[in-house]
């Protein structure tokens, strides 16, 4: 197979050149294995990091000429280099070919021209842009958007590999045609061919990226706001419609599954041994999109709970989501979320963490992943009178939310004034008929958690739980809910 592949390979390449240079690149250590996170916060096995091609000239020059050689077209006005790694390859091309360079920034500088696109261009002119690397496409895209913005003729890209995760089918839906010299599948070839790696790690890349073709990209368009409104306002879209509105994996798997079961209704399953647990978690499956647990208050824990739990998710195809609400430094709450008694790490999808300590909670969090699909949903407001979660509070949650959304799905929270279609909210102290429990908990109807406070998903506990027929009860809350979700939806356009 790998022979086959390589020999297919020499087709494209007669003089070995491509094949010489993946070795060298291997050589420096461009080609790297073990775990990594990529930009949409995928766990990857392997990372081909042709930044390090700086340091090595002749290398540069020989990608820089593999590159121009796989251009998909001729007769280029102008190249643009996509920050970073983009932007030096770029240069040695526009020297070597007398094509002039264009320069697009990955942010507007706050002084000076504030330009966003450096160098000079007339509307009109054909512009290639060169990439190192292509996973989804969002960057080429980016930087292609930007160049279209201002009237460049813009259709061509060209990469030194391609990860095979999706990015040329979703650039070629926006129009743009790229081409890479050397595949994922290709290179991995070439060196098992050569020895530089062995069959396993061959085969594991391989699974990775067969497991791994389903990326999209997340426009600038969906998530951004005009003249201060939102583009595409999470209250008024469907769940559908806001999947290719994020790359986080389980926020995509969420809104799926409540498309599909017409449910979002998470129950907060606070009962006290695992008995009840799993008998309430079979019961009321089919009704959710989501379970929520307080682990620590089972009297009985133990691996089994964690077993039977999962296999109800499974069955159900529900998310599990542990309300541990992480509150410490990075360093404890890795600990506290892969160690333990509960290793929580292990067997929940979502797990809800205070935006308190800063961002280094979510940076801890992430550091005891370990390649898992994992995801946490941020506290910004509590239901219970007297919260201390102000509104700045709310504000710079928001804003932590942004910059990490490779790992946050969303806020547990009362209201939100963001429109962003990308995080769910997640509204807790939801009950019919109460108003209150006596200790601090303040309850909504379902219909005014979604149509006045802008609910995603509503969080019911002893609404259900306490009900002389929980079942019956979670039908009703899931009906109210998904009603209110669809009225609130009914005249949008997405
Ligand atoms: O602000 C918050 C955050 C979390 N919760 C949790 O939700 C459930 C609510 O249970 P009910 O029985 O429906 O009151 C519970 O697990 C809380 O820990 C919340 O209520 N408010």
């Known amino acids: ?4 592949q390589v020999q297919q390979m020499g087709v494209g390449d007669p003089t070995g050149a491509i094949q010489q240079c993946i070795l060298s690149l291997h050589n420096i250590g461009v080609v790297k294995f073990g775990r990594f996170t990529l930009k949409s916060g995928m766990q990857s096995p392997v990372y081909f990091d042709l930044r390090l091609i700086v ?14 050689a796989a251009r998909p077209g001729t007769d280029y006005d102008l190249v643009c280099g996509v920050a970073y790694t983009g932007l030096p390859i770029a240069t040695v091309i526009s020297t070597k070919q007398n094509v002039p360079m264009l320069i697009r920034r990955k942010e507007t500088k706050g002084y000076g021209t504030k330009k966003l696109v450096e160098g000079s261009y007339q509307g009109n002119q054909k512009c290639l842009m060169i990439e190192d690397v292509i996973v989804s496409g969002s960057s080429v895209y980016e930087s292609v958007e930007t160049l279209r913005d201002l009237k460049l003729d813009v ?20 129009d743009i045609n790229i081409v890479s010299v050397v595949t994922m599948t290709e290179m991995m070839s070439i060196l098992l061919k ?29 998530t951004s706001c005009k003249n201060g409104i939102q583009v595409m306002d999470r209250k008024n879209c469907s769940f559908e419609s806001r999947i290719t509105t994020t790359n986080h994996p389980l926020t995509r798997k969420l809104f799926e599954i409540m498309a599909n079961k017409k449910t979002n209704l998470c129950v907060a399953a606070d009962v006290t041994t695992t008995e009840e647990l799993v008998s309430l ?25 964690i077993d039977k739990l999962r296999d109800l998710a499974a069955k159900h195809n529900f998310l599990l989501f542990e ?9 404890t709450v890795a600990n506290q979320y892969s160690g333990g008694a509960y290793k ?19 940076k801890g969090l992430v550091s005891a992943i370990n390649g898992r699909t994992r995801g946490c949903v941020l506290v910004s407001q509590m239901s219970s009178s007297g919260a201390l979660t102000s509104e700045e509070y709310v504000e710079n949650c928001s804003k932590m939310a942004e910059n990490h959304t490779y790992f946050v799905v969303g806020f547990v929270s009362q209201s939100s004034k963001s429109g962003d279609p990308r995080f769910i909210l997640f509204t807790p102290g939801v009950r019919l008929g109460k108003t209150g429990d006596g200790l601090g908990q303040q309850y909504v109807t379902p219909r005014s958690a979604i149509l006045e406070r802008g609910a995603d998903i509503i969080i019911v506990g002893r609404g259900i739980t306490q009900a002389s027929d929980p079942v019956a009860a979670a039908k009703e809350y899931r009906e109210e809910a998904f009603d209110a979700y669809q009225e609130r939806i009914k005249h949008s356009t997405h």
């Not at 067997?347 to 935006?355: E, Q, R, S």
């Open 323 to 331: 309300d541990r609400k992480f509150g410490d430094i990075g360093s």
């Open 155 to 174: 259709k061509d890209a060209v990469v030194f590999l391609d990860r095979e995760q999706g990015g040329t089918a979703n650039l070629k839906a926006m």
């Open 194 to 222: 050569h020895g530089c790696i062995d069959q396993v790690t061959h085969d594991s890349v391989l699974e990775f990226v067969s497991s791994h073709r389903d990326t999209s990209i997340v426009t600038k368009e969906k």
């Open 281 to 305: 978690a079979d019961k009321v499956g089919p009704h959710i999109c989501l379970l929520k647990t307080h682990i620590d208050i089972l009297t009985n824990f133990s691996q089994d709970t």
């Open 1 to 4: 197979m790998a022979e086959t």
């Open 55 to 68: 340091s090595y000239p002749k290398l540069m020059e020989t990608v820089s000429e593999l590159m121009w």
């Open 344 to 362: 929580i790490v292990e067997w929940a999808d979502l797990v809800t963490v205070h935006g308190l300590p800063g961002d280094g909670v979510i």
